[in-house]
């Protein structure tokens, strides 16, 4: 195919079958493109004397074929860059919203530290969070004993955290619980008591941009930051329970940060073994696109909001009941999830996916072969790459992403409750 050019012959050459071109035209771009990979390139320029022609000598490859210059694939990969273009645009433009803070007792609730004469300056939107779940943590019954605490990390921000204290019989060991995506660490009440039975004092943390914690809702700048301060918790946790085994639970993205501090040697060293249900090893993004625009959108746009993560989204139990517990929870975020999240997310897959022999530590993985949100295989690829010399896993058949709301919870709940007694 012959495409206009300016003043300048564009030749792709291989060794064999020549072939003569003779022309007439100043202005002519001809690009040849064979099935072998290209091994010359001519640069041509030609000024016209009188009537003669130009006579050049190419190569071409067996087929003697002339291929377009823009093939779709390359005005697609125009296109994207062209809007990255426009979105760079448009970056120092971005207005700032002043956001509104309240004073409240700093007894009550901190941020950051930040604590002037008895009073915190706190984000709205944190403090009516923080003070809707200190809401939330009630008399554990005849069983627990539920409080709540303010535990500051090593970046300064304030992590609203839980503990359920066994009340009937004696604590022999610990387990430290990350919940998943959008959600806190009050949705894990109900098993957080049934482990109090058995003899395990639970800890809870709402990891940062969500429940009671520091940060725009459902908002994460970097899971790194999450797996440093779920790594100085879980230390935190140790120091407060000096001799006791340690486990750690973590479901979904909190599977995920619980995974990468489990990669630590000094935690590797400190924890008894891990329980993952649904961990975020592998994920589907919405549309295939996001993989190549996340890394710059999550930089132009970090809070921008996609689809996909809201109650008329994916199904994540097929338990109605437990489907409408947890979307009218107001502590569940049920917006779309925001580009920089979605992209941490996919960076923390692909390096637990990089790294997963690397992986010593006891651990017992759980996950339902019907789970649309994390990838049932990319679990299992993790249980058969992991060196680690005690491990297990159990694939539930039809089973979602929830896995403690399905319907099949308490026998879920059971397999884990027994595999924790065995190692204690």
């Not at 087929?63 to 093939?71: I, M, W």
């Not at 409240?104 to 915190?120: E, L, Q």
């Not at 949705?187 to 940060?215: C, I, P, T």
């Not at 049932?376 to 896993?393: H, N």
Request: one cysteine or more.
């Amino acid at each position: 195919m012959i495409c206009l050019g300016i003043n300048s012959f564009v030749f792709v050459a291989k060794k064999k079958n020549f072939l003569r071109l003779k022309t007439q035209y100043q202005t002519t771009q001809i690009t040849i493109r064979t099935r072998s990979e290209v091994s010359l390139v001519y640069y041509y320029n030609k000024k016209m004397k009188g009537d003669g022609a130009g006579e050049i000598m190419l190569t071409s490859g067996a087929s003697g074929r002339v291929t377009a210059l823009f093939s779709i694939q390359v005005l697609k990969s125009f296109v994207m860059l062209v809007n990255a273009f426009i979105l760079l645009l448009f970056f120092p433009f971005r207005g700032r919203k002043n956001e509104k803070v309240v004073r409240v007792p700093s007894g009550i609730v901190t941020w950051k530290s930040s604590v002037n004469a008895g009073v915190a300056v706190v984000d709205h939107e944190v403090a009516l969070r923080r003070a809707l779940a200190i809401r939330k943590v009630t008399d554990g019954g005849e069983v627990s004993r539920r409080e709540y605490s303010l535990f500051v990390t090593p970046r300064g921000e304030t992590m609203f955290t839980q503990s359920w204290t066994p009340k009937k019989v004696k604590t022999r060991a610990l387990v430290v619980l990350l919940h998943g995506l959008n959600e806190h660490s009050g949705r894990d009440d109900e098993f957080a008591k049934q482990l109090n039975e058995h003899g395990y004092k639970v800890y809870g943390m709402d990891w940062v941009g969500h429940g009671g914690s520091d940060g725009l809702h459902a908002y994460v700048n970097s899971l790194d930051d999450a797996v440093t301060d779920a790594k100085a918790f879980i230390r935190h946790v140790l120091t407060e329970n000096s001799g006791l085994p340690c486990f750690c639970f973590g479901h979904s993205t909190g599977g995920a940060i619980i995974l990468k501090a489990a990669l630590d040697p000094k935690i590797e060293k400190s924890i008894a073994g891990v329980v993952l249900t649904s961990p975020a090893v592998g994920v589907q993004p919405s549309h295939p696109i996001f993989l190549i625009l996340a890394p710059v959108l999550s930089l132009l746009l970090p809070k921008f909001q996609l689809s996909a993560a809201n109650k008329k989204g994916t199904p994540v139990s097929r338990d109605p009941a437990a489907l409408i517990a947890k979307y009218s929870d107001p502590l569940v975020f049920t917006g779309s999830i925001r580009v920089r999240t979605g992209y941490e997310i996919l960076r923390i897959t692909s390096f637990l996916q990089r790294n997963a022999r690397k992986l010593k530590v006891p651990f017992f993985v759980l996950h339902g072969t019907a789970d649309t949100v994390t990838d049932p295989d990319a679990t299992f690829k993790l249980y058969q790459e992991a060196p680690s010399e005690d491990k297990s896993i159990r694939l539930l058949p039809g089973c979602l992403h929830d896995l403690l709301f399905e319907p099949e919870r308490e026998e879920i709940k059971k397999d884990i409750i027994d595999w924790l007694n065995s190692r204690v």
